[in-house]
C-alpha cells in the first residue's frame, strides 16, 4: 500500500510539472508575441514619424512643391490605368463575333455587335462597317482616321505625368542649390568655418534631392507601364484594322 501511494505521489508531481511547464511555455510564447507585435508597431510609428520629421527639415516651399507633383502624377497615372483597362477588349473574341454577324446577318448585325462592344477596337469597327456602303477605300481611310482619333484618346493627359517626372529632381536640385547658398551665406557672415553652421543648409540640399528622385522615380514606373498599355492597346487595334478590311473583301465576294 505504501508503494502504492508513492507511485501516485510521483506520477502526480510528475503532471503537475509538465503542466506548469506548458504553463511557463505558452505564457512565454504570448509574451514574446506580444512584444514582437510591439516592436513591429513602434517599428511603424517610428517609420512615419522619420518621414514627417525628414519632410519638415527640407522646408515647406521645395517639398510642398515637389509633394504636389507627387499628387497630381498619381492622379493622372491612376486615371490613366483604370482608363485603358476599360478600354482592353478581347479582339479575337471581337474579330469572331463579328464574322458570324456579317455571315449571318450582314453589316448591321456587325455593327450591332460593335455597338454592344467596350473599346477603342470596337469603334474603330463600327466605323469601318459604318462606310461598307461607300467602298472599301473609304472603310480603310475612316479606319485610320478614327484609330488616329482613339490613339489621341489613349494618349491624353500622359504627357502631364512625364512634367512631373523630369519637375520633380529639379525641384529638388533647386532646394540643394539653394540649401547651399544659404549655408556659405551663414559661413561668411560668421567669418569662420564652423560645422554647425552649415549643417543645416546642407541637410536641407540632400533632404530635397532625395525627396525630388523618390518621386521621380516612383512616377517613372506608372508612366512606363501606362506607355507598354498604350503600345499594346494600339497594337491590336492596328492588327483588328486589317482583319476587318479581309472581312469585308472575303464578303464582299
Given at each position: 500500500?505504501?508503494?502504492?501511494?508513492?507511485?501516485?505521489?510521483?506520477?502526480?508531481?510528475?503532471?503537475?510539472?509538465?503542466?506548469?511547464?506548458?504553463?511557463?511555455?505558452?505564457?512565454?510564447?504570448?509574451?514574446?508575441?506580444?512584444?514582437?507585435?510591439?516592436?513591429?508597431?513602434?517599428?511603424?510609428?517610428?517609420?512615419?514619424?522619420?518621414?514627417?520629421?525628414?519632410?519638415?527639415?527640407?522646408?515647406?516651399?521645395?517639398?510642398?512643391?515637389?509633394?504636389?507633383?507627387?499628387?497630381?502624377?498619381?492622379?493622372?497615372?491612376?486615371?490613366?490605368?483604370?482608363?485603358?483597362?476599360?478600354?482592353?477588349?478581347?479582339?479575337?473574341?471581337?474579330?469572331?463575333?463579328?464574322?458570324?454577324?456579317?455571315?449571318?446577318?450582314?453589316?448591321?448585325?456587325a455593327k450591332e455587335v460593335c455597338r454592344n462592344t467596350k473599346g477603342p477596337v470596337a469603334s474603330i469597327f463600327y466605323q469601318g462597317l459604318d462606310?461598307?456602303?461607300?467602298?472599301?477605300?473609304?472603310?480603310?481611310?475612316?479606319?485610320?482616321?478614327?484609330?488616329?482619333?482613339?490613339?489621341?484618346?489613349?494618349?491624353?493627359?500622359?504627357?502631364?505625368?512625364?512634367?512631373?517626372?523630369?519637375?520633380?529632381?529639379?525641384?529638388?536640385?533647386?532646394?540643394?542649390?539653394?540649401?547651399?547658398?544659404?549655408?556659405?551665406?551663414?559661413?561668411?557672415?560668421?567669418?569662420?568655418?564652423?560645422?554647425?553652421?552649415?549643417?543645416?543648409?546642407?541637410?536641407?540640399?540632400?533632404?530635397?534631392?532625395?525627396?525630388?528622385?523618390?518621386?521621380?522615380?516612383?512616377?517613372?514606373?506608372?508612366?512606363?507601364?501606362?506607355?507598354?498599355?498604350?503600345?499594346?492597346?494600339?497594337?491590336?487595334?492596328?492588327?483588328?484594322?486589317?482583319?476587318?478590311?479581309?472581312?469585308?473583301?472575303?464578303?464582299?465576294?
Amino acid at each position: 500500500m505504501k508503494r502504492l501511494f508513492s507511485i501516485l505521489a510521483i506520477v502526480g508531481i510528475m503532471a503537475f510539472g509538465t503542466v506548469n511547464a506548458n504553463t511557463n511555455a505558452n505564457t512565454n510564447t504570448i509574451v514574446n508575441s506580444i512584444q514582437e507585435e510591439e516592436a513591429a508597431a513602434s517599428d511603424d510609428v517610428g517609420f512615419h514619424q522619420e518621414l514627417k520629421k525628414r519632410f519638415i527639415e527640407g522646408g515647406p516651399g521645395f517639398m510642398g512643391i515637389v509633394l504636389l507633383c507627387l499628387i497630381l502624377g498619381l492622379a493622372i497615372a491612376i486615371e490613366r490605368i483604370i482608363f485603358l483597362n476599360l478600354s482592353s477588349t478581347n479582339t479575337k473574341k471581337l474579330t469572331q463575333d463579328v464574322e458570324e454577324a456579317l455571315n449571318s446577318g450582314g453589316v448591321e448585325a456587325a455593327k450591332e455587335v460593335c455597338r454592344n462592344t467596350k473599346g477603342p477596337v470596337a469603334s474603330i469597327f463600327y466605323q469601318g462597317l459604318d462606310r461598307t456602303d461607300e467602298g472599301l477605300e473609304q472603310v480603310e481611310k475612316a479606319v485610320v482616321a478614327y484609330g488616329g482619333v482613339q490613339m489621341g484618346q489613349l494618349e491624353k493627359n500622359v504627357s502631364w505625368i512625364s512634367l512631373f517626372i523630369a519637375l520633380a529632381p529639379m525641384l529638388g536640385f533647386m532646394g540643394t542649390v539653394i540649401g547651399m547658398i544659404s549655408a556659405f551665406d551663414k559661413i561668411e557672415a560668421a567669418g569662420d568655418m564652423n560645422p554647425s553652421l552649415v549643417a543645416g543648409g546642407i541637410k536641407i540640399a540632400l533632404l530635397t534631392t532625395v525627396f525630388g528622385l523618390v518621386v521621380a522615380i516612383i512616377l517613372q514606373v506608372f508612366y512606363n507601364y501606362i506607355i507598354a498599355k498604350i503600345d499594346s492597346i494600339v497594337n491590336d487595334m492596328e492588327d483588328a484594322s486589317i482583319t476587318l478590311m479581309d472581312l469585308l473583301i472575303r464578303n464582299k465576294n
